[in-house]
């Protein structure tokens, strides 16, 4: 199967701050890697598209300068959220779209970290 | 040890029923939710379990069974607009998500 793996699971700092998060691909390579935050229940909001060797796509809303985003590898893309308040508390997850597999068009999905901003 | 599993691909017709099902193994469990995915798109929140039962929401219908390790996603009065992934995740005792690969649904006219 295709795994994709985050890390730190969950990490807790002090504002101001910066955090990065890992996202990895393990057992593919990846085009194309996803960036969401999710609240409680709710929908997974897209944040950024990157893709190796390119800069991130930022959706609208999302401050890039804030939420800095490097795809060095293709299996491997880091989110670092600066200078972190608590309203970036939030559920980060990272989703992955494999290379040169069959099932191009699916996104394989991490587990997430759970970043807590004091 | 983790795992989920769901059905990678299903067809059903305008108007039909379809349940899409989700098995899943863990030592620790905290809830499984169900997402719905176009193309393109972000997924989009359907419903979270974390007690047995039936949970109706219009047209969705989501059960769980945390015994069995089974989960479905039912949908009546199927649409074309319905098609896209489905996809299943369990939340472990980590509170980290362990997604199912995803059951893409063809609605046929």
């Known amino acids: 199967g295709a795994v994709v793996s985050q890390h730190p699971s969950w990490v807790i700092c002090k504002s101001g701050t910066s955090v990065k998060i890992e996202c990895r691909s393990l057992?593919?390579?990846?085009?194309?890697m996803f960036w969401y935050r999710q609240f409680p229940k709710q929908s997974l909001m897209l944040m950024a598209t990157s893709n190796e060797g390119s800069k991130a796509t930022y959706e609208q809303g999302v401050e890039k300068d804030k939420f800095l985003i490097n795809h060095a590898s293709l299996t491997l893309s880091t989110l670092t959220v600066t200078s972190a308040h608590p309203e970036d508390s939030s559920f980060y997850i990272c989703s992955a779209r494999a290379l040169g597999r069959g099932d191009t068009d699916t996104q394989y999905f991490g587990p997430g970290t759970r970043l807590t901003v004091l | 040890g983790q795992n989920i599993d769901q059905p990678t691909e299903m067809t059903a017709t305008e108007g039909a029923i379809v349940q899409i099902n989700c098995t899943y193994q863990t030592s620790g469990f905290n809830g499984l939710f169900w997402y719905q995915q176009h193309a393109g798109e972000a997924p989009t929140f359907l419903s979270y379990n974390v007690l047995d039962g039936l949970e109706e929401k219009g047209r969705f219908s989501s059960f769980l069974s945390r015994s069995k390790g089974y989960s479905y996603l039912l949908l009546k009065e199927l649409q074309m607009k319905d098609s896209a992934s489905y996809l299943c995740?369990?939340?472990?005792?980590?509170?980290?998500?362990?997604w199912g690969a995803g059951t893409k649904l063809i609605i046929k006219p």
């Open positions: 995740a369990f939340m472990d005792s980590n509170y980290q998500l362990i």
């Open positions: 057992d593919f390579q990846a085009t194309t």
